[in-house]
């Protein structure tokens, strides 16, 4: 079992910019890779993030490449997403999400654990 918990979501104006993180306890040392994800009102869950937690490998939505960073700190146990120039596409519940086995990054049904969540709200 893994336990996931995200922090640092919150309002923000346009522009502006938020840290997420999210403290992994548990079996972690199975996890091949941590990823976030992102559920706004009447849409469904989409992939923004995903790091390979031993290799530290990135990878990113479209949406927000060049605007996102994620990043693992592998003694904490944390992955953090550093949002950055955001806008009100961005307003969503964000997830942190654990998979076991490799495999598309981007596709949520990989991923065995999640976070409960937490809101971030973008204001114009």
């Known amino acids: 079992q893994v336990r996931l918990v995200e922090s640092g979501g919150g309002l923000v104006q346009t522009g502006g910019s938020l840290r997420l993180s999210c403290e992994a306890s548990?079996?972690?040392?199975?996890?091949?890779?941590m990823g976030w994800f992102r559920q706004a009102p009447g849409k469904e869950r989409e992939f923004v993030a995903a790091?390979?937690?031993?290799?530290?490998?990135?990878y990113y939505a479209d949406s927000v490449k060049g605007r996102f960073t994620i990043s693992r700190d592998y003694a904490k146990n944390t992955v953090s997403l550093q949002m950055n120039s955001l806008n009100a596409e961005d307003t969503a519940v964000y997830y942190c999400?654990?998979?076991?086995?490799?495999?598309?990054?981007?596709?949520?049904?990989?991923?065995?654990?999640w976070g409960q969540g937490t809101q971030v709200t973008v204001s114009s």
């Open positions: 790091i390979t937690w031993r290799g530290g490998n990135p």
């Open positions: 999400a654990s998979r076991i086995a490799a495999g598309p990054l981007w596709s949520r049904n990989g991923y065995e654990y």
């Open positions: 548990g079996r972690t040392f199975s996890s091949y890779a």
